[in-house]
């Protein structure tokens, strides 16, 4: 059980074009999802927190405009990545925790989407 | 002060040699602890919680000091398959759903 799933797992776009990556909660229902990137030889960094029927919550530097997100439905989150640059290129990961989880919250992660722009 | 912070890597170790991790959070309000496992250009996955009475899930052992806020890792008789990048977790805070804070990860190398 707890499986997440993304979407996709690779894209390669032009500098200019959106792209967006879907996160789905296979086998639970998720009121939170988080979306990480993960730059070459980095850490995981949090962007920011989606809550189903709500607006997500971003992290200081993180630009909402640009890196747009849906929680549509307790098992979907949309990141849209708008007017893509090369410098978005990175390795974008969601995650979502199981609510019978409470505060004890291990979370699971989808596969990633590695995005280039070019 | 870095929220989670980990030993620098790499460390290099040979088959069947024992290693430890070790590291510290600065949000004395977390309440969950992870050891997980990133292996290159996939998605992390969990190696183990840490409690505060530690525990051992065959050779992985960890070990949390609330007072210290200390988190440690511990792999016995090394194996090739070892080979990793191995993330410290906390949690943000101690509110249901708080996201996760990632160290930046050891990086291990077994070698035969």
């Known amino acids: 059980g707890a499986v997440v799933s993304q979407h996709p797992s690779w894209v390669i776009c032009k500098s200019g074009t959106s792209v967006k990556i879907e996160c789905r909660s296979l086998?639970?229902?998720?009121?939170?999802m988080f979306w990480y990137r993960q730059f070459p030889k980095q850490s995981l960094m949090l962007m920011a927190t989606?809550?189903?029927?709500?607006?997500?919550?971003?992290e200081q530097g993180v630009e909402k405009d640009k890196f747009l997100i849906n929680h549509a439905s307790l098992t979907l989150s949309t990141l849209t990545v708008t007017s893509a640059h090369p410098e978005d290129s990175s390795f974008y990961i969601c995650?979502?925790?199981?609510?019978?989880?409470?505060?004890?919250?291990?979370?699971?992660f989808g596969p990633g989407t590695r995005l280039t722009v070019l | 002060r870095k929220e989670v912070e980990q030993d620098p890597g790499p460390f290099n170790v040979p088959e069947g040699a024992t290693v430890a991790f070790n590291c510290t959070y600065s949000?004395?309000?977390?309440?969950?602890f992870f050891w997980y496992r990133q292996d290159c250009r996939k998605e992390p996955k969990l190696l183990m919680s840490?409690?505060?009475s530690g525990n051992e899930d065959g050779r992985f052992t960890a070990q949390l000091n609330r007072a210290s806020q200390y988190i440690s890792l511990l792999i016995r008789d090394s194996k090739l398959s070892d080979s990793a990048t191995y993330l410290c977790?906390?949690?943000?805070?101690?509110?249901?759903?708080?996201?996760?804070?990632f160290g930046k990860g050891t990086t291990l190398s077994v070698s035969s």
């Open positions: 995650s979502a925790t199981p609510p019978s989880k409470g505060i004890y919250n291990e979370q699971f």
């Open positions: 086998d639970f229902q998720a009121t939170t």
């Open positions: 989606s809550n189903e029927g709500s607006k997500a919550t971003y």
């Open positions: 949000n004395s309000a977390s309440q969950s």
């Open positions: 840490v409690y505060s």
């Open positions: 977790v906390v949690n943000g805070g101690d509110q249901a759903g708080t996201a996760l804070i």
